[in-house]
């Protein structure tokens, strides 16, 4: 991966919509090299994919939490498949440590978020902590480049 592959990553998680016309023209590269890139950084799972980032609040679930799972009491793949049929769960992690899994979900309020904790209690311990402010809500992801000495 090179400086302009850097540079296209960069662009693309500013803007996902930007056409190849538009990355062509910002970068200085024709639009087949651009679309060769592209093409190159997702055959090599570089980009996954595209997609909208959604405010939950925007979606009526304005409440964001993190509840950390320990002491499980079923396997890990078995909560795992309960909690990809949860779809107030956003992410889970399987984790080291003291707990096995951090989940992070969106809910409307109060009454939801109980709810969504009266699920998972048959799982494990629960340590559930509510978001109040999210000064990173999300980074752009590239690689670290190398100082040469």
Known sequence: ??????????????????????????????????????????????????SARVSPAAVGRGVLLFIQVSEPKVSAHEFEQVVRQDSDIIECHRVTGVGSHFLKAAVADMESMRLLIDRLMPYGHLNTSIVLLSPVPYRHILPKIKESE
Request: negative net charge; proline residues 2%; without cysteine.
């Open 1 to 50: 991966m090179d400086q302009l592959d850097i540079n296209l990553l960069e662009l693309l998680q500013m803007d996902g919509r930007m056409t190849v016309s538009e990355l062509s023209k910002k970068l200085a590269l024709s639009r087949p090299s651009i679309s060769e890139r592209l093409h190159r950084l997702q055959e090599k799972g570089i980009i996954e994919g595209f």
